[in-house]
């Protein structure tokens, strides 16, 4: 067993109850994330939990015990987390989140229309460099209706994808259906690729940073 120290970048939705989280080492920025050794990696509240039984929020440094690296050709980041107790070691400034941004020049494969999803078959031959990426968008909206969605444009190319940051589905679901431009708050966005599900790999907004 090791352990790796991140920076939290999502604590997201997964199966819910179920949650995913990743973030990047404090030492050469590299993307970790931690899976449970259940069929789809979800992790559960005690398996995330700091001895005080709260849970990592995005900026918490946390140092995590770690098996062995699980990757796979659509989520090369994946490690697999011993049964030890997360630690909370300290909180990343909101001032130097610019030194975690990725600078893609696509976010991922795109097929047109709302850019949210990849045939799984696609990585039957082939695979990603990575699955997640801190990027910040030109402009960016949430559409609140049953659900939230993030239309954001990146580098010219328009994307809409659904969003799984329980903070902020808590907050524009409480707002109500409408529309938000948050282009004037300038928000970072932590995009993740999900596994394959019924036929695709879909594209989300993990967490909203303002």
């Known amino acids: 067993m090791t352990y790796k120290e991140i920076v939290c970048l999502a604590n997201s939705y997964k199966k819910d109850p179920g949650r995913c989280i990743a973030g990047k080492t404090l030492i050469g920025y590299k993307w970790i994330r931690p899976i449970s050794s259940r069929i789809e990696g979800e992790l559960f509240k005690e398996q995330i939990s700091f001895s005080n039984g709260e849970m990592p929020q995005p900026l918490d440094i946390i140092k995590i015990p770690i098996d062995i690296e699980k990757p796979t ?11 030890d107790i997360w630690q909370k070691t300290g909180v990343f400034p909101k001032d130097r989140i610019n030194e975690l941004r ?95 599900f019924k036929g695709f790999c879909y594209k989300l907004v993990a967490t909203l940073l303002f």
């Open 73 to 83: 050709n659509c989520q090369p980041e994946n490690v697999l987390i011993s049964s």
């Open 102 to 196: 990725d600078n893609p020049e696509i976010i991922w494969q795109n097929y047109g229309g709302k850019n949210d999803r990849i045939p799984a078959s696609y990585f039957q031959n082939a695979k990603v460099e990575q699955s997640l990426y801190l990027i910040k968008p030109d402009s960016c909206r949430i559409e609140q209706d049953k659900k939230a969605r993030a239309i954001f444009t990146y580098k010219a190319v328009e994307y809409n994808l659904g969003v799984t940051d329980p903070i902020a589905k808590a907050e524009f679901n409480e707002k109500g259906t409408d529309v938000y431009d948050l282009s004037e708050k300038e928000p970072y966005l932590c995009l993740s690729l999900t596994d394959a």
